[in-house]
């Protein structure tokens, strides 16, 4: 009888939970998903119900394990990843008072607005400035516009806090979660107490549970009701959870110091491993011990970069999408194609990807999207390459405003849905001036939870040593040298855009 240790990865997602069948050597055995719903009561404002979460939790692991074709007792450890932050408000049984605010809720952005107000030296490791998705401001949302339901809520916690309580029947936090979204800075004591209460936050603690775990510790096992739910076996080793995007940078392999994790999909997060605090850049946030203690991990983000392909797919593709019909293949290969055939810089095309504001490094909501140089000699793919390099020079300023502040950049590792594309890490190569690495497995979030899986049950030391184990570097695309000059020049224009457009408003 086969007895390896297989590790269970849960990946809460917005849309779906995911559930990964990981063995040791970090080939994914099997997926499970299940979906989940969004509610959206009014404009900007996104729910979820926790309850459906639970049931596509079981749902998802009895198709893993259906499809693996293995008993619950070959799972030697779980790990967990949730959307963040994702809040809920409940009664001291798990038992939610309202819907989940889902994390890209932005109804608290007068409390959040308030928050930075406070000019709390604590605000200098998320740039000065907290976001309307954040537990501080939500929290003070439910307290002034639902006091019932805020002073009933025995727990205000996220989704990781809940389905860890739900696995173990233990209340932990996630350190991970605390030090991302919730202020809490081990160098400056633990909780932003002062800025707390400066907003009418006092009582907020006391329905936070006590333990702080960091990601993979804590020493929790599977309860015997959880057990039942799910199909399982009690007893088994739970590590502490933590946010996708963080676990996706484990699963990537992105564990030490001047590690970056570039993961690309409809939005680019960018997650870096430092040794040294970065400060005053435009990242979204510096943040201690998050990820692996001992480190910071730096993180900015692009807010539109698939999504702007997306756009042109859906209002400028007609034809691209006739011609993949025709061929049997995705609208994507036809676009490829095309960009393919245009020169690098797109003659003199410049983009910029600002169409839902800039993230990092301007901090910028009222930045917006611009083709600037069309000409009747430009064609679909001329566009389609501008887009990509856009893309691409946006993470390069990222990565060029967080060195100026202090990062020191070794090693990039690029995922998400962008990694499918040959010519945009191509172009990412060459505008970066750098090598992109690339994982074997795609689905890094998964993979980083059945990582932390591994940890948690003590089969592996730690995340450096786990990534050793379980992440393979299948391919690395090396910058071509001689558009090194075209993308300089690209790069200078790109910034001035920017500034042109800021000028005119």
């Not at 949730?82 to 001291?92: K, L, S």
């Not at 604590?122 to 000065?128: K, T």
């Not at 696995?167 to 202020?183: F, Q, Y």
Request: proline share 4%.
């Amino acid at each position: 009888m086969n007895d390896t240790p297989i590790l269970l990865g849960l990946d809460v997602g917005t849309q779906s939970l995911r559930a990964a069948l990981v063995d040791l050597n970090g080939t994914v055995l099997a997926f499970g998903t299940s979906p989940i719903d969004t509610t959206y009561p009014r404009p900007t404002w996104a729910e979820q119900r926790p309850e459906q979460w639970w049931s596509a939790a079981a749902q998802a692991i009895a198709e893993a394990l259906r499809t693996a074709d293995v008993g619950p007792e070959r799972i030697a450890g779980i790990g967990l990843d949730c959307t963040a932050c994702t809040v809920i408000a409940c009664d001291r049984d798990g038992k939610a008072l309202r819907p989940a605010l889902l994390w890209m809720d932005q109804r608290a952005h007068v409390e959040a607005d308030e928050i930075s107000a406070t000019g709390d030296p604590i605000l200098r490791y998320v740039s000065g400035r907290v976001s309307p998705e954040w537990m501080l401001p939500k929290a003070l949302w439910l307290k002034r516009h639902e006091r019932a339901n805020y002073d009933r809520a025995d727990r205000i916690v996220e989704c990781t806090n809940w389905l860890m309580f739900q696995l173990t029947g233990e209340w932990t936090l996630s350190l991970n979660h605390c030090a991302v979204k919730w202020d809490y800075a081990r160098p400056d004591g633990g909780w932003p107490l002062a800025m707390m209460g400066a907003v009418g936050l006092d009582d907020l603690p006391a329905k936070w549970p006590a333990r702080i775990e960091a990601l993979g510790q804590g020493g929790a096992t599977l309860s015997q009701v959880a057990a039942l739910a799910l199909g399982l076996k009690a007893g088994t080793p739970v590590a502490q959870g933590g946010i996708d995007a963080y676990l996706g940078m484990l699963g990537m392999g992105a564990t030490g110091d001047g590690d970056v994790a570039v993961i690309v999909g409809s939005s680019t997060c960018h997650l870096a491993q430092s040794k040294e605090g970065v400060f005053g850049s435009g990242a979204a946030g510096c943040y201690p011990d998050a990820t692996v203690e001992g480190l910071y991990t730096i993180e900015a983000g692009q807010t539109a970069t698939g999504s702007v392909l997306d756009w042109y797919r859906r209002h400028f593709a007609g034809r691209e999408e006739a011609e993949a019909a025709k061929r049997g293949c995705s609208v994507w290969t036809v676009l490829d194609e095309q960009a393919a055939a245009v020169p690098p810089g797109a003659e003199g095309l410049v983009v910029r990807e600002d169409w839902q504001g800039n993230r990092s490094p301007y901090k910028d909501p009222a930045a917006r999207g611009v083709i600037r140089g069309l000409s009747l000699s430009h064609g679909a793919g001329h566009i389609v390459r501008a887009i990509y390099e856009a893309t691409a020079l946006g993470t390069r300023h990222i990565l060029e405003d967080t060195a100026e502040h202090g990062l020191k950049v070794r090693r990039v590792v690029l995922g998400g849905g962008g990694a499918k594309s040959a010519l945009w890490l191509r172009i990412h190569a060459d505008a970066l001036g750098m090598p992109i690495h690339l994982t074997r497995e795609t689905e890094s979030c998964a993979l980083g939870s059945a990582m932390a899986a591994a940890v948690g049950a003590g089969l592996v030391a730690g995340f450096d040593e786990a990534a050793e184990a379980m992440v393979r570097t299948e391919r690395t695309v090396e910058p071509n040298s001689s558009n090194r000059g075209v993308y300089d020049d690209l790069f200078g224009d790109y910034v001035r855009t920017y500034q042109a457009l800021k000028a005119e408003r």
